[in-house]
């Protein structure tokens, strides 16, 4: 996310385990598997970014920038509302059944709570945690996670009265997280080698630490259900499948540089990956355990961070067009290009004919 605080030098060697010899080739790939660009939208106005989440029951999606949560139609590219004084905001969570929605503001270290069908803000409340940076809400257990990216930690809510549970050690930053709708919730750890930790909601406590060999400071999780299956992508162009059980190594499947976002999609079984360098790296599930690179879609660079909309198969990326990297400073030593004003991007692509 090139304007988060994730977004770092990205590493360019790929490590792959050789006992890890599931991957299958290109050619095994059926046909049927690669994308196109269908649309770009235009968003005015600045801001930083990061991730986004997909409201497939309404149309619309969710796009954190900065200090505020836009939201669009995901039909039309059409702006369809904002909630507006989030500052540092990072991600969202969505309780349709509870009708609600959550945001995690980084620099206020506050959850902001929203009516889920007008966008209407409800209340907000604290965080334990320093710096919430992922969010998720876990449907069996109707708790609220923030993953607390300064602190380390997790700090964990009831969504309905958003009273606090309980705050979860971490043994680094954590980053992106996944449930498996059933009480399990999982969340990369972006060391190296990755770390990737299974949570019991019900219990509140973590049961599982598992070391993600050959794949360094993981960001992007999703999960496959039906199959047990974990899919991490990682700095070093690489993504790690992992068994949900036992934690088991899986399979390792060469992708894009500068990954940060990664999906799955069960419908037709392909699990992509959103790269900086400007690609979507397009996966194929085979039997057996087997991962073909079935397809690598140009996108456009900086385009990071991605979502899915499982009913239409469609992938949402977002980026915008860069300055010049500002000479380093002493209070900057590491400068980073800054988003043109009204360049920032939605792109669109969807399966090809």
Known sequence: MPASPRFSAWITGLVVMSALCATATAADAPAGTSYQISDRWALPGTGSWDYLTMDAPLHRLFITRGDRVEVVNTQTGALLGRIANLPGVHGVALAPELHRGYTSNGRANTI??????TLAVLREVPVAGNNPDAILYDSASKRLFTFNGRSKDASVLDAVT???LATLPMPDKPEFAAAD???MVFVNIESAPGRLLKIDAFKLAVVANWEL???DEPTGLAINVAQDRLYSVCDDKVMAVTDARSGKAVARVAIGKGTDA???DAGLGLVF???GEGSITVVKVL???RYAVAATLTTQSGARTMTLDPTTHQL???TASFGPVPAPTAEQPRPRAQPLPDSFTVIVAKPAP
Not at 112 to 117: G, L, M, P, R, V
């Open 262 to 264: 990664v999906s799955y």
């Open 213 to 215: 060999k050959g794949c």
């Open 112 to 117: 902001t709570e929203f009516d889920y069908e």
């Open 287 to 289: 039997p057996a355990d």
């Open 316 to 318: 949402y990326t977002v």
């Open 181 to 183: 709708g059933k009480g």
């Open 273 to 275: 990956a959103s790269n």
């Open 162 to 164: 958003l009273k606090p």
